[in-house]
Protein backbone atom coordinates (compact mmCIF):
# COMPACT_ATOMS: atom_id res chain seq x y z
CA UNK A 1 0.00 0.00 0.00
CA UNK A 2 1.35 3.46 -0.79
CA UNK A 3 2.63 5.38 2.64
CA UNK A 4 -0.75 7.25 3.95
CA UNK A 5 1.89 9.69 5.23
CA UNK A 6 3.43 10.76 1.94
CA UNK A 7 1.66 13.60 -0.11
CA UNK A 8 0.67 12.80 -3.57
CA UNK A 9 0.79 15.24 -5.55
CA UNK A 10 -1.63 15.86 -8.72
CA UNK A 11 1.02 14.11 -11.51
CA UNK A 12 0.72 10.93 -9.53
CA UNK A 13 -2.18 10.81 -8.90
CA UNK A 14 -3.09 11.06 -12.80
CA UNK A 15 -0.71 8.75 -13.70
CA UNK A 16 -1.47 5.89 -11.09
CA UNK A 17 -5.34 6.37 -12.02
CA UNK A 18 -4.03 5.58 -15.75
CA UNK A 19 -1.90 2.96 -14.40
CA UNK A 20 -4.76 1.00 -12.58
CA UNK A 21 -6.77 1.27 -15.56
CA UNK A 22 -4.16 -0.67 -17.53
CA UNK A 23 -3.71 -2.89 -14.94
CA UNK A 24 -0.01 -3.12 -14.57
CA UNK A 25 2.92 -1.22 -12.89
CA UNK A 26 4.71 -0.59 -16.13
CA UNK A 27 5.62 3.23 -17.35
CA UNK A 28 2.75 4.55 -19.33
CA UNK A 29 4.13 6.90 -21.45
CA UNK A 30 8.26 8.25 -21.71
CA UNK A 31 6.58 11.77 -21.02
CA UNK A 32 5.11 10.85 -17.64
CA UNK A 33 8.89 9.56 -16.83
CA UNK A 34 12.40 10.81 -15.93
CA UNK A 35 15.14 8.55 -16.97
CA UNK A 36 18.21 8.63 -16.09
CA UNK A 37 21.54 7.85 -18.21
CA UNK A 38 25.12 7.66 -17.66
CA UNK A 39 26.51 10.44 -20.49
CA UNK A 40 27.65 8.47 -23.41
CA UNK A 41 30.63 10.62 -24.21
CA UNK A 42 32.23 9.88 -20.22
CA UNK A 43 31.39 5.58 -21.47
CA UNK A 44 33.40 6.35 -24.79
CA UNK A 45 35.96 7.82 -22.74
CA UNK A 46 36.78 5.37 -20.29
CA UNK A 47 36.38 2.53 -22.68
CA UNK A 48 38.87 3.81 -24.90
CA UNK A 49 41.20 5.32 -22.24
CA UNK A 50 40.36 1.74 -20.72
CA UNK A 51 41.33 -0.59 -23.62
CA UNK A 52 44.07 1.63 -24.31
CA UNK A 53 45.81 1.10 -20.46
CA UNK A 54 45.00 -2.98 -20.88
CA UNK A 55 46.84 -2.71 -24.18
CA UNK A 56 49.84 -0.93 -22.28
CA UNK A 57 50.04 -3.49 -19.70
CA UNK A 58 50.04 -6.77 -21.78
CA UNK A 59 53.07 -5.08 -24.22
CA UNK A 60 54.76 -4.45 -20.47
CA UNK A 61 53.85 -8.01 -19.45
CA UNK A 62 54.91 -9.46 -23.18
CA UNK A 63 58.44 -7.41 -22.75
CA UNK A 64 58.83 -8.79 -19.51
CA UNK A 65 58.59 -12.14 -20.25
CA UNK A 66 60.64 -11.93 -23.68
CA UNK A 67 63.57 -9.70 -22.45
CA UNK A 68 66.12 -9.64 -19.40
CA UNK A 69 65.39 -7.08 -17.56
CA UNK A 70 66.84 -7.88 -14.06
CA UNK A 71 65.10 -7.56 -10.63
CA UNK A 72 64.75 -3.55 -10.77
CA UNK A 73 63.44 -4.14 -14.17
CA UNK A 74 61.10 -6.67 -13.07
CA UNK A 75 59.61 -5.19 -9.92
CA UNK A 76 58.96 -1.29 -11.94
CA UNK A 77 57.71 -3.41 -15.18
CA UNK A 78 55.33 -5.39 -12.58
CA UNK A 79 54.11 -2.82 -11.00
CA UNK A 80 53.17 -0.80 -14.22
CA UNK A 81 51.21 -4.04 -15.58
CA UNK A 82 49.40 -3.89 -12.12
CA UNK A 83 48.43 -0.36 -12.19
CA UNK A 84 47.41 -0.75 -15.82
CA UNK A 85 45.44 -3.86 -15.00
CA UNK A 86 43.95 -2.17 -12.07
CA UNK A 87 42.88 1.06 -13.68
CA UNK A 88 42.09 -0.19 -17.21
CA UNK A 89 39.98 -2.78 -15.78
CA UNK A 90 37.98 -0.51 -13.59
CA UNK A 91 37.61 1.88 -16.65
CA UNK A 92 36.45 -0.63 -19.02
CA UNK A 93 33.42 -2.19 -16.22
CA UNK A 94 32.84 1.09 -15.31
CA UNK A 95 31.86 2.15 -19.47
CA UNK A 96 30.27 -1.40 -19.99
CA UNK A 97 28.44 -2.06 -16.80
CA UNK A 98 24.15 -1.29 -17.19
CA UNK A 99 23.50 1.83 -15.84
CA UNK A 100 19.75 2.57 -16.64
CA UNK A 101 17.48 4.70 -13.46
CA UNK A 102 13.18 5.09 -15.13
CA UNK A 103 11.12 6.61 -12.31
CA UNK A 104 7.80 7.46 -13.39
CA UNK A 105 4.36 7.72 -10.81
CA UNK A 106 4.66 3.72 -10.30
CA UNK A 107 8.01 3.33 -8.93
CA UNK A 108 11.83 3.20 -9.63
CA UNK A 109 13.04 0.58 -12.49
CA UNK A 110 16.55 0.58 -11.41
CA UNK A 111 19.74 -1.46 -13.12
CA UNK A 112 22.91 0.33 -11.59
CA UNK A 113 26.10 -1.56 -10.20
CA UNK A 114 24.71 -0.92 -6.48
CA UNK A 115 21.02 -1.91 -7.22
CA UNK A 116 19.49 -3.89 -9.75
CA UNK A 117 15.26 -4.21 -9.32
CA UNK A 118 12.02 -2.51 -9.47
CA UNK A 119 10.93 -0.92 -6.78
CA UNK A 120 6.98 0.41 -6.28
CA UNK A 121 6.47 4.13 -4.52
CA UNK A 122 4.50 1.87 -1.70
CA UNK A 123 8.25 -0.24 -0.66
CA UNK A 124 10.06 3.54 -0.73
CA UNK A 125 10.10 5.33 2.71
CA UNK A 126 12.09 8.56 1.18
CA UNK A 127 14.05 9.44 -1.24
CA UNK A 128 17.35 11.99 -0.38
CA UNK A 129 19.12 14.21 -2.13
CA UNK A 130 22.07 14.36 0.19
CA UNK A 131 26.03 16.08 -0.05
CA UNK A 132 28.74 13.35 -0.03
CA UNK A 133 30.41 11.58 3.08
CA UNK A 134 33.14 13.74 4.33
CA UNK A 135 35.85 11.39 4.07
CA UNK A 136 34.75 11.52 0.11
CA UNK A 137 38.03 12.72 -2.10
CA UNK A 138 39.73 13.65 0.90
CA UNK A 139 38.80 17.53 0.30
CA UNK A 140 37.77 17.55 -2.85
CA UNK A 141 34.24 19.05 -3.65
CA UNK A 142 32.19 15.69 -4.28
CA UNK A 143 28.93 15.34 -6.42
CA UNK A 144 25.63 15.24 -4.47
CA UNK A 145 24.05 11.73 -4.19
CA UNK A 146 20.79 10.43 -4.10
CA UNK A 147 20.09 7.64 -1.60
CA UNK A 148 16.86 5.97 -1.56
CA UNK A 149 15.16 4.84 1.81
CA UNK A 150 13.14 1.84 1.67
CA UNK A 151 9.80 1.30 3.48
CA UNK A 152 10.00 -0.36 6.97
CA UNK A 153 9.65 -4.21 6.50
CA UNK A 154 10.87 -3.83 2.81
CA UNK A 155 14.17 -5.53 1.81
CA UNK A 156 15.98 -4.20 -1.31
CA UNK A 157 18.06 -7.21 -1.43
CA UNK A 158 21.36 -5.18 -1.20
CA UNK A 159 23.09 -3.88 2.20
CA UNK A 160 22.10 -0.53 3.42
CA UNK A 161 25.08 1.04 4.05
CA UNK A 162 24.55 4.72 4.23
CA UNK A 163 22.73 6.70 6.35
CA UNK A 164 20.08 8.50 4.96
CA UNK A 165 20.14 12.02 7.59
CA UNK A 166 16.44 11.34 8.44
CA UNK A 167 16.24 9.91 11.87
CA UNK A 168 18.92 7.78 11.44
CA UNK A 169 17.18 5.82 8.84
CA UNK A 170 19.33 3.43 6.72
CA UNK A 171 19.72 4.15 2.90
CA UNK A 172 21.43 2.55 -0.50
CA UNK A 173 22.72 4.86 -2.42
CA UNK A 174 21.76 5.03 -6.23
CA UNK A 175 24.24 7.18 -8.11
CA UNK A 176 25.59 10.68 -7.79
CA UNK A 177 24.43 13.43 -9.57
CA UNK A 178 28.37 13.69 -11.68
CA UNK A 179 27.38 10.71 -13.25
CA UNK A 180 24.09 11.10 -15.23
CA UNK A 181 23.22 13.11 -17.75
CA UNK A 182 20.57 15.42 -16.43
CA UNK A 183 20.34 19.29 -15.36
CA UNK A 184 20.57 19.28 -11.50
CA UNK A 185 17.63 21.89 -11.18
CA UNK A 186 15.12 19.62 -13.64
CA UNK A 187 16.02 16.36 -11.88
CA UNK A 188 14.73 18.66 -8.35
CA UNK A 189 12.06 20.00 -10.03
CA UNK A 190 11.23 15.61 -11.51
CA UNK A 191 12.04 13.99 -8.40
CA UNK A 192 10.05 16.38 -5.95
CA UNK A 193 7.16 16.22 -8.52
CA UNK A 194 7.03 12.41 -8.45
CA UNK A 195 7.91 11.89 -4.93
CA UNK A 196 5.61 14.51 -3.46
CA UNK A 197 5.96 14.59 0.65
CA UNK A 198 8.86 11.16 0.22
CA UNK A 199 11.32 13.76 -1.02
CA UNK A 200 13.65 15.50 0.95
CA UNK A 201 16.60 17.82 -0.26
CA UNK A 202 19.18 17.74 2.18
CA UNK A 203 22.44 19.00 -0.13
CA UNK A 204 23.67 21.92 1.43
CA UNK A 205 25.36 22.39 -2.41
CA UNK A 206 21.85 22.84 -4.33
CA UNK A 207 20.27 24.58 -1.59
CA UNK A 208 20.90 28.42 -0.54
CA UNK A 209 20.21 29.03 2.91
CA UNK A 210 16.75 30.88 3.74
CA UNK A 211 17.96 34.72 3.59
CA UNK A 212 21.59 34.25 2.21
CA UNK A 213 23.14 37.16 0.07
CA UNK A 214 25.52 35.79 -2.12
CA UNK A 215 27.78 38.00 -3.60
CA UNK A 216 28.75 38.32 -7.29
CA UNK A 217 31.71 36.62 -8.82
CA UNK A 218 34.76 38.20 -8.62
CA UNK A 219 36.05 39.59 -11.13
CA UNK A 220 33.66 38.71 -13.73
CA UNK A 221 33.94 38.27 -17.30
CA UNK A 222 35.97 39.44 -18.71
CA UNK A 223 38.59 40.56 -16.34
CA UNK A 224 38.18 36.83 -14.34
CA UNK A 225 39.51 35.76 -17.97
CA UNK A 226 42.13 38.15 -17.92
CA UNK A 227 43.45 37.42 -14.35
CA UNK A 228 42.93 33.73 -15.10
CA UNK A 229 46.13 34.62 -17.57
CA UNK A 230 47.88 36.80 -14.87
CA UNK A 231 47.51 34.25 -12.61
CA UNK A 232 48.88 31.32 -14.82
CA UNK A 233 51.74 33.40 -16.05
CA UNK A 234 52.64 33.67 -12.67
CA UNK A 235 52.60 30.19 -11.76
CA UNK A 236 54.97 29.27 -14.57
CA UNK A 237 57.44 31.82 -13.55
CA UNK A 238 57.21 30.34 -9.88
CA UNK A 239 57.32 26.59 -11.51
CA UNK A 240 60.83 27.41 -13.45
CA UNK A 241 62.59 29.26 -10.63
CA UNK A 242 61.41 26.47 -7.86
CA UNK A 243 63.51 23.99 -10.93
CA UNK A 244 66.28 25.88 -11.67
CA UNK A 245 67.31 27.42 -8.31
CA UNK A 246 65.99 24.27 -6.03
CA UNK A 247 65.70 21.66 -7.72
CA UNK A 248 68.42 21.30 -9.97
CA UNK A 249 71.50 22.61 -7.59
CA UNK A 250 70.19 19.98 -4.75
CA UNK A 251 70.60 17.25 -7.24
CA UNK A 252 73.66 19.16 -8.26
CA UNK A 253 75.02 19.44 -4.43
CA UNK A 254 74.26 15.62 -3.99
CA UNK A 255 75.50 14.05 -6.73
CA UNK A 256 79.03 16.19 -5.99
CA UNK A 257 78.84 15.16 -1.68
CA UNK A 258 78.34 11.51 -3.01
CA UNK A 259 81.38 11.98 -4.81
CA UNK A 260 83.45 12.87 -1.75
CA UNK A 261 81.86 10.84 0.27
CA UNK A 262 78.91 8.12 1.11
CA UNK A 263 78.10 9.16 4.07
CA UNK A 264 78.20 13.23 2.93
CA UNK A 265 76.00 12.45 0.40
CA UNK A 266 73.70 10.85 2.62
CA UNK A 267 73.62 13.83 5.11
CA UNK A 268 73.15 16.33 2.29
CA UNK A 269 70.29 14.11 0.51
CA UNK A 270 67.73 14.08 3.74
CA UNK A 271 69.11 18.18 3.68
CA UNK A 272 67.85 18.76 0.45
CA UNK A 273 64.74 16.51 0.28
CA UNK A 274 63.75 18.82 3.50
CA UNK A 275 64.55 21.75 1.59
CA UNK A 276 62.58 20.76 -1.53
CA UNK A 277 59.92 19.80 0.08
CA UNK A 278 59.63 23.48 2.49
CA UNK A 279 60.40 25.14 -0.60
CA UNK A 280 57.44 23.62 -2.63
CA UNK A 281 54.76 24.10 0.60
CA UNK A 282 56.10 27.31 1.23
CA UNK A 283 55.18 28.30 -2.35
CA UNK A 284 51.85 26.88 -2.61
CA UNK A 285 50.51 28.27 0.55
CA UNK A 286 51.71 31.61 -0.46
CA UNK A 287 50.45 31.37 -3.63
CA UNK A 288 47.43 29.21 -3.65
CA UNK A 289 45.33 30.39 -1.82
CA UNK A 290 44.77 33.69 -4.43
CA UNK A 291 43.87 31.22 -7.12
CA UNK A 292 41.45 29.36 -4.78
CA UNK A 293 39.72 32.96 -3.61
CA UNK A 294 39.58 33.90 -7.50
CA UNK A 295 37.92 30.63 -8.50
CA UNK A 296 35.53 30.20 -5.41
CA UNK A 297 32.11 31.46 -4.58
CA UNK A 298 30.78 33.74 -1.54
CA UNK A 299 27.34 34.44 0.54
CA UNK A 300 26.57 36.44 3.44
CA UNK A 301 24.30 34.25 5.74
CA UNK A 302 23.36 35.63 8.65
CA UNK A 303 26.69 37.12 10.38
CA UNK A 304 28.92 34.62 8.32
CA UNK A 305 30.65 35.10 5.55
CA UNK A 306 30.10 31.60 3.40
CA UNK A 307 32.67 30.81 1.01
CA UNK A 308 34.52 27.72 -0.99
CA UNK A 309 35.75 26.57 -4.45
CA UNK A 310 32.62 25.16 -6.72
CA UNK A 311 30.53 24.99 -3.38
CA UNK A 312 30.17 27.68 0.09
CA UNK A 313 31.09 25.60 2.95
CA UNK A 314 33.92 27.55 4.84
CA UNK A 315 32.35 29.44 7.34
CA UNK A 316 34.01 32.96 8.74
CA UNK A 317 32.18 35.43 11.57
CA UNK A 318 31.77 38.39 10.49
CA UNK A 319 31.26 39.28 14.49
CA UNK A 320 34.04 37.48 15.22
CA UNK A 321 35.92 40.35 16.62
CA UNK A 322 38.74 39.38 14.20
CA UNK A 323 37.84 40.74 11.10
CA UNK A 324 40.31 43.12 9.67
CA UNK A 325 40.76 44.95 5.92
CA UNK A 326 44.65 44.61 4.92
CA UNK A 327 45.63 46.77 1.99
CA UNK A 328 47.84 44.93 -0.77
CA UNK A 329 50.97 43.81 -0.29
CA UNK A 330 50.30 43.06 3.90
CA UNK A 331 49.82 39.35 2.74
CA UNK A 332 51.90 37.97 0.06
CA UNK A 333 50.70 36.30 -2.94
CA UNK A 334 47.76 38.53 -3.69
CA UNK A 335 49.06 41.66 -5.73
CA UNK A 336 46.66 44.56 -5.52
CA UNK A 337 44.03 43.21 -3.83
CA UNK A 338 42.78 44.21 -0.72
CA UNK A 339 41.79 41.64 1.79
CA UNK A 340 38.99 40.80 4.13
CA UNK A 341 41.20 38.79 6.54
CA UNK A 342 40.99 37.09 9.80
CA UNK A 343 44.10 35.92 12.15
CA UNK A 344 44.88 32.38 11.47
CA UNK A 345 48.15 30.03 12.40
CA UNK A 346 49.99 31.56 14.10
CA UNK A 347 48.12 34.57 14.21
CA UNK A 348 49.60 35.18 10.33
CA UNK A 349 46.21 37.07 8.60
CA UNK A 350 44.13 34.55 6.30
CA UNK A 351 42.86 36.00 3.07
CA UNK A 352 38.64 35.57 3.25
CA UNK A 353 37.23 37.44 0.55
CA UNK A 354 39.04 39.64 -2.09
CA UNK A 355 37.67 43.28 -2.29
CA UNK A 356 39.53 44.26 -4.87
CA UNK A 357 41.22 42.36 -8.27
CA UNK A 358 44.77 41.21 -7.57
CA UNK A 359 45.41 42.11 -11.10
CA UNK A 360 44.17 45.86 -11.67
CA UNK A 361 43.12 46.85 -8.19
CA UNK A 362 39.74 47.41 -9.44
CA UNK A 363 37.26 47.46 -6.18
CA UNK A 364 34.31 44.59 -6.07
CA UNK A 365 30.82 45.79 -6.59
CA UNK A 366 29.19 49.01 -4.74
CA UNK A 367 26.35 46.25 -4.16
CA UNK A 368 28.52 43.61 -2.58
CA UNK A 369 30.55 46.08 -0.45
CA UNK A 370 27.68 47.59 1.52
CA UNK A 371 25.88 44.23 1.88
CA UNK A 372 29.32 43.07 4.21
CA UNK A 373 29.38 46.86 5.69
CA UNK A 374 25.50 46.10 6.97
CA UNK A 375 26.54 43.29 8.64
CA UNK A 376 29.94 44.64 10.13
CA UNK A 377 28.22 47.43 11.21
CA UNK A 378 26.07 45.86 13.61
CA UNK A 379 28.97 43.75 15.52
CA UNK A 380 29.32 44.27 19.03
CA UNK A 381 33.29 44.21 18.32
CA UNK A 382 34.73 47.75 18.12
CA UNK A 383 37.03 46.24 15.39
CA UNK A 384 34.75 44.32 13.19
CA UNK A 385 32.80 48.06 13.06
CA UNK A 386 36.42 49.36 12.27
CA UNK A 387 36.42 47.26 9.05
CA UNK A 388 32.97 48.10 8.23
CA UNK A 389 33.69 51.71 8.21
CA UNK A 390 36.51 51.12 6.07
CA UNK A 391 33.96 49.07 3.76
CA UNK A 392 31.91 51.69 3.17
CA UNK A 393 34.82 54.32 2.38
CA UNK A 394 35.36 51.50 -0.25
CA UNK A 395 31.67 51.75 -1.51
CA UNK A 396 31.81 54.93 -2.18
CA UNK A 397 34.59 54.96 -4.75
CA UNK A 398 33.26 51.58 -6.39
CA UNK A 399 30.77 50.49 -9.56
CA UNK A 400 27.51 50.33 -8.86
CA UNK A 401 27.41 47.30 -10.57
CA UNK A 402 30.17 44.98 -11.99
CA UNK A 403 29.30 43.74 -16.15
CA UNK A 404 28.07 40.27 -15.96
CA UNK A 405 28.82 39.31 -19.35
CA UNK A 406 31.59 40.38 -21.77
CA UNK A 407 31.80 44.16 -22.98
CA UNK A 408 30.85 44.37 -26.56
CA UNK A 409 34.21 44.78 -27.72
CA UNK A 410 35.18 41.58 -26.07
CA UNK A 411 34.92 37.94 -27.81
CA UNK A 412 32.86 36.05 -26.27
CA UNK A 413 33.94 32.74 -25.33
CA UNK A 414 32.52 29.16 -25.76
CA UNK A 415 32.06 27.24 -23.24
CA UNK A 416 33.44 24.04 -25.09
CA UNK A 417 36.15 26.06 -26.02
CA UNK A 418 37.18 27.36 -22.44
CA UNK A 419 36.45 23.55 -21.21
CA UNK A 420 39.04 22.52 -23.94
CA UNK A 421 41.52 25.09 -23.28
CA UNK A 422 41.71 24.15 -19.71
CA UNK A 423 41.96 20.49 -20.96
CA UNK A 424 45.28 21.52 -23.40
CA UNK A 425 46.61 23.44 -20.13
CA UNK A 426 46.54 20.24 -18.06
CA UNK A 427 48.08 17.55 -20.28
CA UNK A 428 51.15 20.83 -20.49
CA UNK A 429 51.67 20.43 -17.38
CA UNK A 430 51.78 16.83 -17.26
CA UNK A 431 54.37 17.41 -20.14
CA UNK A 432 56.48 19.87 -18.01
CA UNK A 433 56.32 17.78 -14.39
CA UNK A 434 57.68 14.88 -16.54
CA UNK A 435 60.67 16.91 -16.50
CA UNK A 436 61.21 16.84 -13.19
CA UNK A 437 60.59 13.45 -12.92
CA UNK A 438 63.25 13.02 -15.42
CA UNK A 439 66.05 14.83 -13.95
CA UNK A 440 65.27 13.18 -10.56
CA UNK A 441 66.08 10.22 -12.35
CA UNK A 442 68.96 11.32 -14.01
CA UNK A 443 70.40 12.85 -10.77
CA UNK A 444 70.38 9.37 -9.89
CA UNK A 445 71.99 7.86 -12.15
CA UNK A 446 74.81 10.24 -11.64
CA UNK A 447 75.29 9.32 -8.08
CA UNK A 448 74.81 5.58 -8.08
CA UNK A 449 78.01 5.61 -10.14
CA UNK A 450 79.67 6.65 -6.90
CA UNK A 451 77.13 5.60 -4.54
CA UNK A 452 75.34 2.10 -3.02
CA UNK A 453 72.85 3.79 -0.85
CA UNK A 454 71.91 7.90 -2.26
CA UNK A 455 72.30 6.65 -6.00
CA UNK A 456 69.26 4.16 -5.35
CA UNK A 457 67.85 6.44 -3.33
CA UNK A 458 67.40 8.89 -5.71
CA UNK A 459 65.91 6.06 -8.41
CA UNK A 460 63.79 4.83 -6.12
CA UNK A 461 62.57 8.29 -5.57
CA UNK A 462 62.34 9.01 -9.19
CA UNK A 463 60.17 5.40 -9.69
CA UNK A 464 57.88 6.49 -7.25
CA UNK A 465 57.59 10.15 -8.58
CA UNK A 466 56.79 7.98 -12.27
CA UNK A 467 54.03 6.45 -10.38
CA UNK A 468 52.73 9.36 -9.56
CA UNK A 469 53.06 10.95 -12.58
CA UNK A 470 51.42 8.40 -14.55
CA UNK A 471 47.96 8.73 -12.61
CA UNK A 472 48.14 12.60 -12.93
CA UNK A 473 48.87 11.92 -16.60
CA UNK A 474 46.15 9.78 -17.46
CA UNK A 475 43.77 11.82 -15.49
CA UNK A 476 44.67 14.97 -17.62
CA UNK A 477 44.83 12.91 -21.01
CA UNK A 478 41.29 11.71 -19.69
CA UNK A 479 40.05 15.24 -19.66
CA UNK A 480 41.55 16.37 -23.08
CA UNK A 481 39.68 13.07 -24.47
CA UNK A 482 36.43 14.06 -22.63
CA UNK A 483 36.61 17.92 -24.35
CA UNK A 484 37.42 16.40 -27.46
CA UNK A 485 34.72 14.35 -27.74
CA UNK A 486 32.04 16.23 -26.26
CA UNK A 487 32.90 19.03 -28.85
CA UNK A 488 32.63 16.23 -31.20
CA UNK A 489 29.06 15.05 -29.92
CA UNK A 490 27.82 18.57 -30.28
CA UNK A 491 29.15 19.09 -33.67
CA UNK A 492 27.25 15.68 -34.68
CA UNK A 493 24.39 17.05 -33.10
CA UNK A 494 24.54 20.55 -34.80
CA UNK A 495 24.73 18.74 -38.28
CA UNK A 496 21.69 17.44 -37.50
Not at 278 to 305: E, H, P, Y
Amino acid sequence: MVDPGATVSPVQASLRARADAVGRFEPVSDDDQVKLRRPYIDRVVAFLFGMLLLGGAASVAYATVTEDLGWVGLLFCGAVVLLGLAIGGSLVWHAVVPFRVDVDAIGWSVRTPKLNRYVRWDEVAAVVLADAPATARRGITAAPRLLLVPAAGVSLGVPLSEESGLGGQAAVELFQLSEVDHGEELLLRDLAALAGGRFHNLCRQLTRPAGAIPLRRFPDEPDHARLTRWLDRRKALLFAGWYLLVLVPSLLFIGLATQRDELLGGIVLVACAAGIGAATFKIWRIFGGCRNLVDGTAMINGTDLVTGVDTPTHRTSLHSGIVDILRPGSVRGYGKAWLLTQPGHKGRPTAELLLSDPRTGRLRSREDLCALEAVLRVSPYERDRAAGQQLQEFAMQAPEVLPTTPSPAAVPASAYATALWHAVKGVGRAVVLFGVVGTVAIGGGWAVENSAVVGPALILTAAGLFGVWILYALYRTWGLLDALLTIAARAIRGAR
